[in-house]
Each structure stands twice: as C-alpha cells, then as structure tokens.
C-alpha cells in the first residue's frame, strides 16, 4: 500500500483564504451585518423548520428561492443560480468557464478570493494593477484583455478591500471589451449608490453575484446567489454537485426577502455610520480612501499598522490586517458596526494614533 502524498503548493495556492475569529467584544474585520436577522424572520422560519421533511432530499432546483429571488430582482428564475454562499458561485463559475488552459482576468488590489479560487480550479490568472487611487486604469483593462484573452474578467464593484464601486461607464466598457464572460462580484452592492443587476439580459455575457451575509444578516446560513443569461445558469447546474442547497437554506432565503424593507433601513443606518467613522477617520493621522460598501480602508501615517492592529486587539477592538494583500502595506480596514461599535473603534483608535 503506498504512503499518502500531501497536497503540494507547486500551483501556488498558497495557504487559504483566512478572516481570523479571535475574541473581542468589537468585531469589525469580517464586513458581516452589525444587526442580527428582524424577530419575525426568525418566528418565520421556525415555523417553516418544523413542516420540514428531513428523510426527504432537498428541492435540487431550489425553485421557490429563484422565484423569490427572479421576482426580486424582475428576472426570469432560470436567470438564477443559488449555492453556499457567492463564494461556492464564485467557484461553480470557474468549474464551468475555467479550468487548464483558460485565463480569469482581474485587477489588483481586489478580492482575494477571485484569484485563489481561480488557481484552486487550474485556471490561469492574469492580474493587471489599478491606478494610485485604486480606480480601474482602462489602458490596463485593454492591455490585460488583448494579452491574456480571459475566458472570465472579474469586477468587485463595491471593491473589496479597497471600498469603491466601479462606475457604470466602466462596466459597460468592460463587457463590451471582455473576451469571454464579465463576473460582477456584488458582495456589497446594497451600499452603493448604482448596481450592474440592470444590465443583464440573455444575451449579455454578464453575470452579476450577491450574497445574504451582509445586508440579510445571514453570514452563518451560507447562502449566495448569481444573476446571468439563461444559458450561464444551465452550464453552472451541469457542474454543481446535486442537492448542493439544503432545504433549510433554501427556506431561510426564500422568506429574508419578506424582509425587504427592514433590510433598506439597515442599509440606510449603516451608510449614514459610514460617513460618520470617514469623517472621524479624516480628524486622525490615516490615509483613507473613499467608500461605497460597508467598512473603510486606511492606513496610519508614521506607524506600523501590525502594531496599530495588535492595539486595537488590545482594546478588544477586532479590525482586518490587509497588509498581505498586493499594494496594501500598513492598511486595515474597519466594518461599520453598531453605532456603539463605531464609537468604541473610533475611540481606541484616537488613543492608540496619540
């Protein structure tokens, strides 16, 4: 019997993407909503948990969540795809278009998952750089394009980490100019003043991808979702593993969207807290940059922002170190928590800065 052989790292895979859980009574590293779900959502779905026929596989189709979701967003339901959470659509994405051989195409600083779960899948990445400013340079797109010939060309519009939502004229300047298909990664895209879920049409090679942790509150349940051309959803059922959404999920998504109004109101609060942690961040020594989404980026000036992450933690204040990722030495960046959270971040960080 041979000897087991550990996976090797020779593709560069790297070591996994990773937000770290560790203790802290201000959690504000993960961009998770700051509310938990309204009570009646959670009456709701008891309710529904207790009619569920647990010898019973799940619906594979998931057909009452696309139709909840289609009527959402005044598509058709085969215009939809649900899975795990946008990063399983993210990966059921590049198992259909990607793969050896073919190219996704992306620009950095930006989600670290796009490139991870391209190279986990073979596929080839090709990663152009934005401008100073973190603004797509469209002298770059073109080159990246005409050089690389993406089977995918991924956007994150909010751009996480960085925080600015992609203009409109970018991404229709993208689509057209894309060989293949434009992702548009919308994992923020309730917080930004413009959404690219208006320009996909069946024949459009665009797909636009949200998530229910953020604005639905619903990061533990996993659920994520994409919205595209018909044929896109087919191909990404033909490689989806069967019965990969169980019904639980599928039932706590269906019935967040009765939700809808209460969603918009967080959504409102958080963008209004927003402009109140940018304006104090603006009274300290950081370098910030202008956001769309739920949490800011920054820098501090003149200090290391390991040791700045380390005192905050030290406060019980838990922020994300971005140091790490392409261009982004000495940056963090801070989820729009509570108003109370807010505060207390805002607080250690003046006496930490001082």
Same mark, same amino acid.
């Given at each position: 019997?041979?000897?087991?052989?550990?996976?090797?790292?020779?593709?560069?895979?790297?070591e996994?993407?990773?937000?770290?859980?560790?203790?802290?009574?201000?959690?504000?590293?993960?961009?998770?909503?700051?509310?938990?779900?309204?009570?009646?959502f959670? =009456?709701?779905?008891?309710? !529904?948990?207790?009619?569920? =026929?647990?010898?019973?596989?799940?619906?594979?189709?998931?057909?009452?969540?696309?139709?909840?979701l289609?009527?959402?967003?005044?598509?058709?339901?085969?215009?939809?795809?649900?899975?795990?959470?946008?990063?399983?659509?993210?990966?059921?994405?590049?198992?259909?278009?990607?793969?050896?051989?073919?190219?996704?195409?992306?620009?950095?600083?930006?989600?670290?998952?796009?490139?991870?779960?391209?190279?986990?899948?073979?596929?080839? %990445?090709?990663?152009?750089?934005?401008?100073?400013?973190?603004?797509? &340079?469209? &002298? !770059?797109?073109?080159?990246?394009?005409?050089?690389a010939d993406?089977?995918?060309?991924?956007?994150?519009?909010?751009?996480?980490?960085?925080?600015?939502?992609e203009?409109?004229? %970018?991404?229709?300047?993208?689509?057209?100019?894309?060989?293949?298909?434009?992702?548009?990664?919308?994992?923020?895209?309730?917080?930004?003043?413009?959404s690219?879920?208006g320009?996909v049409?069946?024949?459009v090679?665009?797909? %636009?991808?949200?998530?229910?942790?953020?604005?639905?509150?619903?990061?533990a349940?996993?659920?994520?979702?994409?919205?595209?051309?018909?044929?896109?959803?087919?191909?990404?059922?033909?490689?989806?593993?069967?019965?990969?959404?169980?019904?639980?999920k599928?039932?706590?998504?269906?019935?967040?969207?009765?939700?809808?109004?209460?969603?918009?109101?967080?959504?409102?609060?958080?963008v209004? =807290?927003?402009?109140?942690?940018?304006?104090?961040l603006?009274e300290?020594?950081? &370098?910030?940059?202008?956001?769309?989404?739920n949490?800011i980026?920054?820098r501090?000036?003149?200090?290391?922002?390991?040791a700045?992450?380390?005192?905050?933690? !030290?406060?019980?204040?838990l922020?994300?170190?971005?140091?790490?990722?392409?261009?982004?030495?000495?940056?963090l960046?801070?989820?729009?928590?509570?108003?109370d959270?807010?505060?207390?971040?805002?607080?250690?960080?003046? !006496?930490?800065?001082?």
């Amino acid at each position: 019997m041979g000897a087991l052989i550990p996976p090797s790292d020779d593709h560069g895979l790297g070591e996994g993407y990773h937000s770290p859980q560790v203790p802290a009574a201000v959690r504000l590293n993960a961009n998770e909503s700051p509310f938990p779900p309204p009570p009646g959502f959670v =009456e709701s779905l008891a309710a !529904e948990v207790s009619r569920v =026929e647990y010898h019973r596989y799940p619906d594979r189709g998931a057909v009452g969540l696309r139709r909840a979701l289609a009527d959402l967003h005044g598509v058709a339901p085969d215009q939809v795809f649900a899975a795990n959470g946008s990063n399983e659509v993210l990966q059921t994405l590049l198992l259909a278009y990607g793969g050896p051989t073919r190219t996704a195409a992306m620009f950095e600083p930006t989600y670290a998952l796009h490139g991870h779960i391209s190279r986990l899948t073979r596929t080839g %990445v090709a990663a152009g750089e934005r401008n100073e400013d973190f603004t797509l &340079d469209m &002298d !770059e797109v073109k080159r990246v394009l005409a050089d690389a010939d993406p089977a995918v060309t991924f956007l994150c519009s909010p751009n996480n980490p960085t925080g600015r939502a992609e203009p409109q004229e %970018v991404v229709h300047d993208v689509i057209s100019l894309a060989p293949g298909l434009t992702v548009v990664d919308e994992a923020y895209g309730q917080f930004a003043p413009w959404s690219a879920m208006g320009l996909v049409g069946d024949d459009v090679p665009l797909v %636009v991808v949200r998530t229910y942790s953020k604005t639905w509150s619903m990061a533990a349940t996993r659920l994520g979702y994409m919205v595209g051309p018909g044929s896109v959803v087919a191909q990404l059922e033909r490689v989806a593993l069967p019965y990969h959404l169980d019904t639980l999920k599928q039932a706590a998504g269906r019935l967040a969207l009765s939700f809808r109004r209460e969603m918009e109101e967080r959504v409102a609060a958080l963008v209004e =807290e927003r402009g109140r942690i940018a304006a104090a961040l603006r009274e300290l020594p950081v &370098d910030t940059w202008p956001s769309d989404a739920n949490f800011i980026l920054f820098r501090p000036r003149g200090t290391d922002g390991g040791a700045v992450w380390e005192s905050l933690l !030290e406060r019980s204040v838990l922020v994300r170190n971005c140091a790490s990722w392409p261009r982004l030495a000495g940056c963090l960046r801070v989820t729009v928590g509570t108003p109370d959270e807010n505060t207390r971040f805002i607080e250690a960080l003046g !006496e930490v800065l001082a």
